[in-house]
């Protein structure tokens, strides 16, 4: 994406500033690079034996068992390749609070791999996962971006539509908000914290200090 894209971008999202942007890309692109290392050394090592135990463990309620069974299917490995039955464990372990599951479903939606195309579940499910603060919100909010990127100003097959670009600029401005809301609820976590310490040091009657003094 070059300057002009970016200015362009900001301009349509006030909250979202180029070096924020760039910033997240980069943090996006590294995350993307260690997730894909780690499913080539997951589907590389897989067996018959790893496969029955997670789908024991899936069944027992197991939150993230499904995902290793969607990479499992999505490439081929220990069982044959089946990207529905990826798909099937991806929603699975997305249901449950994955959100690596989540965003591999996402990708799935948008390319209509092993589901029926619809960008608006994909969306929906970027959005979810742009908001947490693990390794995979990064590439979600990359993801958003790109998509708002093609509909602002056309790429990757897809034709300019600024009504869609505006709804996928919404979206990352709820993330912004959310992630912001977030980091202050942990500030005032910290103020609340560091009150009650004061209080409770303003409210220590002087001879308990006196008493400390002459334990030293």
């Not at 970016?6 to 500033?17: D, E, G, M, T």
């Not at 947490?132 to 979600?140: D, L, Q």
């Not at 993801?143 to 009504?163: D, F, I, Q």
């Amino acid at each position: 994406m070059n300057t002009d894209n970016l200015f362009y971008l900001q301009a349509l999202v006030p909250n979202i500033n180029c070096n924020k942007m760039k910033k997240i890309f980069a943090l996006g692109l590294i995350c993307l690079v260690l997730l894909i290392t780690a499913s080539l050394s997951h589907a590389e090592g897989t067996t018959a034996e790893m496969i029955q135990s997670w789908k024991d463990r899936a069944k027992q309620g197991d939150a993230y068992a499904p995902f290793q069974l969607g990479v499992s299917y999505q490439n081929g490995q220990g069982v044959k390749k089946n990207l529905v039955e990826a798909a099937k464990w991806y929603q699975i372990g997305a249901e449950r609070g994955d959100l690596h599951a989540a965003l591999t479903l996402a990708d799935m939606y948008l390319k209509g791999e092993g589901v029926q195309q619809n960008e608006e579940k994909a969306i929906e499910l970027y959005t979810k996962v742009g908001k947490s603060v693990g390794w995979y919100a990064p590439i979600a909010r990359a993801n958003l971006l790109v998509l708002a990127r093609n509909y602002s100003l056309g790429g990757e097959g897809v034709k300019p539509n600024k009504t869609k670009a505006h709804a996928i600029f919404k979206r990352l401005f709820e993330i912004e908000t959310a992630l912001m809301d977030k980091g202050q609820a942990e500030m005032d976590k910290s103020i609340q914290k560091a009150n009650e310490a004061a209080d409770t040091i303003m409210n220590t009657p002087k001879e308990v200090f006196d008493d400390l003094k002459k334990t030293k």
